[in-house]
């Protein structure tokens, strides 16, 4: 503390960080990775974050921002014939305003990036500062780098949000 070095029985924090970190759940980390995306989307489209199926994807005349789920990253084959089905079919019949949707795939790689900071994220707020035990046995410094590393993690989730949409898949424009 304050530029000088001790030992103590108080929990070290980074290894604090990384042993919360190994016991976050998967579906927690999902939830936390949809809820960033659909907030970071906005709300000048109509938006639809990760359908399943066309049908999910509603026929309207608004401008539709669809941000398609981790699967269908710009390497999966796969995302081709959805994207082409979505602007299709509303599922049960041909969309008619296909040229209003907007269609966006990940980038799988930073999509990874994104949930290993949603899993840091979920960590320090659930598992370090959520423990009452654990908060109450840390120094004042250390709560201080917690909050400050909550911020930074929440801000970098956004982030990571919006840059790790980055292809472009639309109806294609009439002849001339």
């Not at 503390?1 to 980390?29: A, C, D, M, Q, T």
């Not at 959520?130 to 046995?137: P, T, V």
Request: net charge neutral; glycine share 4%.
């Amino acid at each position: 503390e304050h530029g000088l070095y001790y030992f103590s029985n108080r929990p070290n924090l980074n290894r604090v960080i990384v042993e919360k970190e190994e016991g976050v759940r998967e579906p927690e980390v999902e939830e936390v990775v949809k809820e960033q995306v659909a907030q970071a989307a906005g709300s000048a489209f109509r938006v639809f974050v990760w359908p399943e199926k066309a049908a999910d994807v509603g026929e309207t005349r608004r401008p539709g921002l669809v941000l398609l789920p981790p699967e269908y990253s710009n390497s999966n084959p796969a995302t081709t014939a959805f994207v082409r089905e979505l602007l299709t079919s509303t599922g049960t019949a041909f969309r008619i305003y296909k040229n209003t949707l907007l269609v966006l795939s990940m980038e799988e790689n930073d999509y990874l990036a994104l949930r290993q900071t949603a899993r840091r994220y979920l960590a320090l707020v659930k598992g370090v500062k959520g423990d009452s035990s654990l908060w109450a046995r840390l120094t004042e410094e250390n709560c201080k780098t917690v909050e400050e590393k909550i911020e930074d993690a929440s801000s970098l989730m956004t982030n990571k949000a919006v840059s790790s949409y980055r292809y472009l898949y639309r109806a294609a424009a009439p002849p001339t």
